[in-house]
């Protein structure tokens, strides 16, 4: 069965465009991208005044620029011009595109190219026409007005973030596909609030078959699934969809998205494909077009990476700066241990390491000496997640041991593990010798990288996640590996452990 397209909604858009209820997503986008580009103006404006004001004293001086002949133009003309070329330049590089606010790397990449297109274009002019520009006025314009852009678009983005957690200015999208890659992407929404998609409906066209499948699987959802017998323009209508995202893409043909995309447009719904792939970091991800076919080309896993001397030079670095740093922390936790239960200060527990080596990792002792030996009386109240053994309130932790374990500290002398060359700083969850005889060939790539004091599971709920959800973060991971990914993780560690999520 193939998609339902309504010839006549092509042939005559605006009457169509009446029947549906507009939603708040545009009018709250238009806004948006509003006050960014009102603050990114008063950002440049104030960058280049400050600029003019450091480096002569006053907006008004008596400094002017000497060109070629008895020409000379007064800074404060410049500061007009180079503020005013500034935007256009940002306007032109599309940073205030509707399709990237809010994004992340791509708006900050688009900010960054436009500013250096700016400058470079101004140096190569200076150049040719012989303008000595004070450097110190350039110097100090060009990272002011850069750090304030994008210092505004991630305080823009922590508010639309907020909101968006908080169930307002959300995206309503309809998805559109087989019951398996529709519960994928959803679940992809489910995990990301902050992205601020809502999923109103899921239109089918596999049949009545694949939506009872569907239903089964979101049983309890209230949620409208529509297919046979309806077109995509009409399920739109009816869930009031103001986005439609399509993982069905064999199912329209060659021809059938630009045919949905003439139906949406004058609807003002916007339309969104999917690769068919997860777990691909967008560093992996280029588009090639080869003869008008765009083809979206997937880079090679990157645990290479995750294995070069840089990283393990790095590990080296922070483990060591990090055990000098946390000293004093570690010989208070050391004494609390020691003197309020009997037993060894450090436990060593047994764990696989890089391509199935096994080693002892150290923490600090949270529990009653052999506490190992009473784990089969307490089997039937665990609360992990796979082979795990977890309990909330498991009563073989020490008084000491549930304050070092809320705020993470039993895990400080892992950074001694880090400096012996069996973990690494960041890396996927350090697995016992049960979760790894469980593996199957995909799980097994956890191990082509050293396992990590902290990583995506450590700042994602811990001992909150399921076991799939755990397996695939690890390879998510180990999969697209990059020196700016654990640098993040590293920052959101901090908070994770402050808030001690998943702690227990």
């Avoid at 090639?288 to 393990?312: E, T």
């Avoid at 052999?370 to 039937?380: F, Y």
Wanted: glycine share 8%; with cysteine; charged share 20%.
């Amino acid at each position: 069965m193939a998609f339902q397209i309504d010839q006549d909604l092509l042939l005559e858009p605006t009457p169509a465009r009446l029947r549906f209820p507009r939603s708040g997503h545009g009018r709250w986008q238009a806004a948006y991208g509003r006050r960014l580009r009102i603050i990114d103006a008063v950002v440049v404006g104030g960058a280049v005044a400050a600029a003019q004001l450091i480096r002569f004293g006053g907006l008004n001086n008596d400094s002017p620029l000497d060109w070629t002949g008895d020409t000379r133009i007064e800074y404060s003309v410049i500061s007009i011009l180079l503020a005013l070329a500034w935007i256009a330049f940002l306007a032109a590089g599309n940073a205030w595109s509707s399709a990237v606010i809010g994004s992340g790397p791509e708006e900050y990449r688009r900010i960054l190219a436009a500013t250096m297109r700016l400058f470079g274009l101004i140096a190569i002019v200076s150049l040719l026409l012989r303008m000595e520009f004070a450097r110190g006025y350039l110097a100090i314009a060009l990272p002011v007005g850069l750090a304030g852009l994008i210092l505004n678009r991630l305080c823009w983005r922590k508010f639309a973030a907020q909101q968006h957690r908080s169930g307002r200015f959300l995206t309503s999208v309809l998805v559109v596909g087989r019951h398996d890659s529709a519960r994928e992407i959803m679940g992809c929404f489910e995990r990301d609030p902050a992205a601020g998609y809502s999923v109103v409906g899921v239109y089918t066209p596999y049949g009545a078959a694949d939506a009872n499948d569907l239903e089964r699987e979101l049983e309890g959802a209230d949620l409208p699934i529509l297919g046979e017998g309806s077109s995509v323009i009409e399920a739109v209508q009816e869930t009031g969809a103001d986005t439609v995202a399509i993982a069905a893409t064999e199912q329209l043909g060659t021809t059938g998205i630009n045919d949905l995309v003439w139906q949406l447009a004058p609807l003002g719904i916007d339309l969104v494909v999917t690769p068919g792939v997860v777990d691909v970091a967008d560093q992996r991800l280029t588009i090639r077009p080869v003869s008008n076919l765009p083809l979206l080309h997937i880079g090679k896993p990157q645990y290479d990476g995750a294995k070069s001397f840089g990283k393990a030079a790095f590990d080296l670095l922070f483990a060591g700066a990090a055990l000098l740093a946390v000293l004093p922390v570690m010989l208070a936790t050391a004494l609390a241990i020691k003197l309020t239960s009997r037993g060894p200060v450090f436990y060593r527990s047994e764990r696989i390491g890089i391509n199935g080596e096994p080693f002892r990792m150290i923490k600090f002792r949270s529990m009653f000496q052999d506490a190992d030996k009473n784990i089969e009386v307490l089997l039937t109240a665990n609360e992990g997640a796979g082979p795990l053994f977890k309990m909330r309130a498991d009563p073989r932790v020490t008084p000491v041991g549930r304050i070092i374990r809320k705020f993470s500290l039993d895990e400080l002398p892992q950074f001694i593990n880090v400096l012996r060359g069996e973990m690494s700083v960041v890396g996927p969850r350090p697995p016992l010798r049960a979760e790894v005889e469980r593996y199957d060939t995909k799980v097994r790539r956890r191990l082509l990288v050293k396992p990590g004091v902290t990583g995506l599971w450590q700042v994602s709920g811990r001992s909150d996640l399921s076991w799939e959800e755990a397996v695939r973060l690890d390879l998510s991971y180990v999969e697209n590996w990059s020196m700016v990914q654990d640098l993040s993780i590293i920052k959101r560690t901090v908070f994770a452990v402050a808030r001690s999520d998943g702690a227990y």
